[in-house]
């Protein structure tokens, strides 16, 4: 059974930093992502990166968030310089080689003074 565990979310003043992981079990994957969706809006893709290190980014995260990968199973977002408009629910992706999504539980992210 594919199982993906986040961590990391939390309050952080506008300005500040935030790391989330992301662990996955289960299965074998080759592509990776972060989301994230904000009260009353639709989710939005954040960055994800391939298997082999290309990475893609939304518009509005280029330059402050840094998507990477440990090995298989384990993603990270390093967000830096957050603004309010960072806070959401982030959840990690993954694609396995079969093509299928799977989804961790979300994790909160609160940028607030």
């Known amino acids: 059974q594919v199982q993906l565990v986040e961590s990391g979310g939390g309050l952080v003043q506008p300005g500040g930093s935030l790391r989330l992981s992301c662990a996955a079990s289960?299965?074998?994957?080759?592509?990776y992502s972060w989301y994230r969706q904000a009260p009353g809006k639709q989710r939005e893709l954040v960055a994800s990166i391939t298997w082999a290190g290309s990475t893609n980014y939304a518009d509005s995260v280029k330059g402050r968030f840094t998507i990477s990968r440990d090995g298989a199973n384990t993603v990270y977002l390093q967000m830096h310089s957050l603004k309010p408009e960072d806070t959401a629910v982030y959840s990690c992706?993954?694609?396995?080689?079969?093509?299928?999504?799977?989804w961790g539980q979300g994790t909160q992210v609160t940028v607030s003074s």
């Open positions: 289960g299965s074998i994957f080759r592509f």
């Open positions: 992706n993954m694609r396995d080689l079969l093509n299928s999504d799977h």
